[in-house]
C-alpha cells in the first residue's frame, strides 16, 4: 500500500518534486492509529511535514482506513531504507504533471556550478519610479549599487509590505552592479537559499555551498521573513553573513517586517541585521500610485486618460503589483480590441478586481472588533457618554476606520452617532500622538488593524 501511495504522490506533485523530496521518506512503525515515516534529517522531515503532511495522512486514511495519524520523524541509523525509486510505478492518474517545476527540483543536482538567479531586466532604477514613501530605500538602494560596502550600509535591509517595491529595488541593484564591472551578485529568496542549503546537505556538498556563498561581492537575500522558524538555515545564513561582512563584502537584505520586528528569527541574527542601514518602504501614496501608472501607461503606448489612473489609483491602494496587473489588464484590452480606454471599459474589464477591492473591512467590523477588545458596548460607538475608558476606544474605532476604509471624515463621524468631521480628525490625530506616546497602546491598535486586515 505504501508503494500505492508513492504511486499516486508521484503523480500529483510530478516526478521531479517527487524525486526531490519523497523519495527520502522510509516507512516506520505502525502503531495503532498512527504510522510512522521516517526522513533522513530535520530539513527534510519539516520541509515534508508541512508541504506534504496533509496530504500524506489523507493518502493512508484511504489505503488503511485505521490509520489516522501520520507521524513524521527523523531516521536513526538502523531505521528501515526508504524504496528505491525504480521500484515506484509510474501514476495512472490522468491528472496533468503540473508546468511549473519549484527551483530546487531543477537546481538540486547543480548546487555546485552556479549561485547566480537571473535578475529580472525589467526591474531597474529606471524604471523604478520613486516618491516620498520609497525615496529613502531608493537613495540607500543607489548608494550600494554605486559604492558596495561602504561603512553604514551594510547590511542594508530593506523593508516593507507586499508588492511595494523590494524585489524590484534589489534587482536593480544587481543589475547595476552587474553593468558597472567585475563585481559578483548573487540573489536568492530566503526560500531557495533554504532549498539550496538542504539540497548541498543532501548531495553532501555543503561546503561547496558555503564556499560559493561566501566567494561573493554582494549577497542579496529576498523574503528573510521566511526563515522565521527554519533554526538550522537561519544558523547557516548566520555563519555566511557574518564570513561575508567580515571579508568587506555587501549583503543586502529584504523582509516585511523591520529587523526588532521580525521575532521568530534568532535574537543575534536580529541584532546584526540591524546594524548597517535600515530603510522601510512606507505604503504608497495617491500621488505616487498615480506616477507610476503614468510611466507604466506612458511605456505601454496605450494612451489612458487622466480620469482613469486617478480612478484605478483611488480603487486600488494595497499594493503596486495589483495595480500594474490592473493596468496591464486595461492595456491588453485596449489592444485587442483597438477601443480607446474609458472610465466605462475599466469598470467593465476590471470587473471582478474592482469587486474584490470593494470587499474590504467595513467600518460596522471595526466597531465591533474595537469594542470587543476594549469589553465596552458596541452602541457606545455611537453614544455620545464621554468617559475615557468608552472614549478612548471610539478614538481608536474611528483611527481604524480612517485607515483602513476609503471613507471620507464626515462619512466616518456619521457611523459614529452623526459626529462631526472636525472630532474624528482630532481622534485621527490624538491616536497617532499616543500611538507614539505609550507602546502598550500602539501594540493594542496594531494588532487590532491586524485582526481586521486579515
Ligand atoms: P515586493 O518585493 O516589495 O513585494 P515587488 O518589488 O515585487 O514588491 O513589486 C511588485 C511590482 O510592483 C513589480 O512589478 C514592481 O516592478 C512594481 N513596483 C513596485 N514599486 C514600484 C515603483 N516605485 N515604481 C515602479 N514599479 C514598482
Ligand atoms: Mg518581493
Same mark, same amino acid.
Given at each position: 500500500s505504501w508503494l500505492r501511495i508513492c504511486a499516486r504522490l508521484k503523480g500529483e506533485v510530478g516526478e521531479v518534486e517527487y524525486r526531490t523530496w519523497l523519495t527520502k521518506i522510509a516507512l516506520g512503525p505502525i502503531d495503532g492509529d498512527e504510522i510512522t515515516l521516517l526522513l533522513p534529517t530535520r530539513f527534510l522531515r519539516d520541509w515534508v511535514r508541512s508541504q506534504y503532511g496533509d496530504r500524506l495522512s489523507e493518502l493512508w486514511n484511504q489505503e *488503511?482506513? !485505521? *490509520?489516522?495519524r501520520v507521524e513524521l520523524q527523523v531516521a536513526r541509523a538502523g531505521d528501515p531504507a526508504p524504496i528505491p525509486l525504480e521500484n515506484v510505478p509510474s501514476a495512472? /492518474? @490522468? /491528472?496533468?504533471?503540473?508546468?511549473e517545476v519549484t527551483p530546487v527540483a531543477r537546481t538540486a543536482p547543480e548546487v555546485r556550478s552556479d549561485l547566480v538567479t537571473a535578475l529580472d531586466s525589467r526591474f531597474t532604477f529606471d524604471t523604478f519610479v520613486v516618491g516620498k514613501p520609497n525615496e529613502f530605500a531608493y537613495a540607500c538602494a543607489r548608494r550600494v549599487a554605486e559604492k558596495p560596502s561602504s561603512v553604514g550600509f551594510n547590511p542594508l535591509f530593506l523593508y516593507g509590505g507586499v508588492g511595494l517595491g523590494k524585489t524590484h529595488l534589489m534587482h536593480a541593484i544587481g543589475a547595476e552592479l552587474i553593468q558597472s564591472g567585475n563585481v559578483s551578485v548573487a540573489y536568492m529568496s530566503a526560500e531557495k537559499f533554504m532549498y539550496r542549503f538542504i539540497a548541498a546537505i543532501r548531495s553532501q556538498s555543503t561546503i561547496e555551498f558555503k564556499e560559493q556563498l561566501r566567494s561573493v561581492d554582494v549577497l542579496m537575500i529576498d523574503d528573510l521573513q521566511f526563515l522565521i522558524g527554519k533554526d538550522n538555515t537561519q544558523e547557516e545564513f548566520f555563519h555566511t553573513f557574518n564570513a561575508l561582512v567580515d571579508a568587506g563584502r555587501q549583503i543586502v537584505v529584504s523582509a516585511d517586517k523591520s529587523p526588532s520586528d521580525l521575532s521568530g528569527l534568532e535574537d543575534r541574527l536580529r541584532t546584526r541585521l540591524g546594524c548597517g542601514m535600515v530603510a522601510d518602504i512606507h505604503a504608497t501614496t495617491f500621488e505616487l500610485r498615480i506616477s507610476i501608472l503614468e510611466s507604466k501607461a506612458a511605456a505601454s503606448g496605450v494612451v489612458v486618460p487622466g480620469k482613469v489612473l486617478e480612478f484605478l489609483a483611488h480603487k486600488i491602494t494595497s499594493n503596486v503589483r495589483e495595480l500594474e496587473g490592473a493596468l496591464n489588464r486595461l492595456i491588453a484590452h485596449a489592444n485587442l480590441f483597438g477601443r480607446p480606454v474609458t472610465l466605462e471599459a475599466t469598470q467593465e474589464v476590471l470587473h471582478d478586481i474592482l469587486k474584490a477591492h470593494d470587499r474590504r473591512v467595513t467600518i460596522e467590523e471595526i466597531q465591533k472588533k474595537v469594542a470587543e477588545h476594549w469589553n465596552i458596548r458596541l452602541t457606545d460607538m455611537s !453614544? @455620545? #457618554? #464621554?468617559a475615557r475608558n468608552v472614549a478612548r476606544p471610539r478614538q481608536v474605532a474611528m483611527y481604524l476606520a480612517k485607515q483602513l476604509t476609503s471613507r471620507s471624515l464626515p462619512e466616518i463621524g456619521r457611523k459614529f452617532g452623526n459626529r462631526d468631521h472636525t472630532t474624528v480628525m482630532h481622534a485621527v490625530n490624538r491616536v497617532t500622538e499616543l500611538m507614539g506616546l505609550d507602546a502598550a497602546f500602539a501594540e493594542d491598535v496594531e494588532l487590532l488593524r491586524r485582526m481586521l486586515e486579515s
Open positions: *488503511i482506513p !485505521s *490509520i489516522r495512472s /492518474t @490522468a /491528472t496533468p504533471v503540473q508546468e !453614544s @455620545a #457618554r #464621554r
